[in-house]
């Protein structure tokens, strides 16, 4: 279910769960145009008979594209209304915790831990879990940043 907030609403909203989100496939597809646009060709992303005999018995999701999925994931499950510009700040933590197997499914959990004044508008802390269906671990922890502006 997603939360949607009013920007006069941000400074209330610390502690506040969002999510889970829906199942996101991690297509081999996905992980392949990943690797075109960074130019990360490495065997354990692209290459499946190889990777098969590797460490992980499939080929994985780089884990920058597993954390650029935090985007998606993030956006399905909370909005904020009321706003003029909205901004990825950035990360304070990252965490690659467990390797996602291509063609797993993940989704987001997540919790709004801060909610800070800036000039202008608020930022949100939001400690983010990117979650491995049928995992004992998460596949990304991170504590994302973001800015809404009026």
């Known amino acids: 279910m997603a939360t949607i907030a009013q920007y006069s609403d941000l400074p209330n909203l610390a502690g506040t769960e969002i999510g889970p989100s829906d199942w996101m496939d991690v297509t081999q597809e996905a992980i392949n145009t990943f690797a075109d646009a960074t130019d990360d060709h490495q065997w354990i992303h692209v290459d499946p008979e190889r990777a098969a005999a590797g460490p992980f018995g499939a080929p994985i999701a780089h884990g920058f594209l597993t954390l650029a999925l935090l985007v998606p994931l993030q956006s399905a499950v909370f909005?904020?209304?009321?706003?003029?510009?909205?901004?990825?700040?950035?990360?304070?933590?990252?965490?690659?915790?467990?390797?996602?197997?291509?063609?797993?499914?993940?989704?987001?959990?997540?919790?709004?831990?801060?909610?800070?004044?800036?000039?202008?508008g608020y930022q949100l802390v939001v400690d983010a879990t990117i979650e491995i269906e049928g995992g004992t671990?998460?596949?990304?922890?991170?504590?994302?940043?973001?800015?809404?502006?009026?």
């Open 79 to 120: 909005d904020v209304e009321g706003v003029t510009t909205k901004v990825n700040y950035g990360l304070d933590k990252v965490r690659f915790v467990s390797p996602v197997k291509a063609g797993a499914r993940i989704r987001l959990v997540g919790t709004i831990a801060e909610v800070v004044e800036v000039s202008g």
């Open 137 to 150: 671990k998460p596949a990304v922890v991170a504590r994302s940043l973001q800015r809404f502006y009026a």
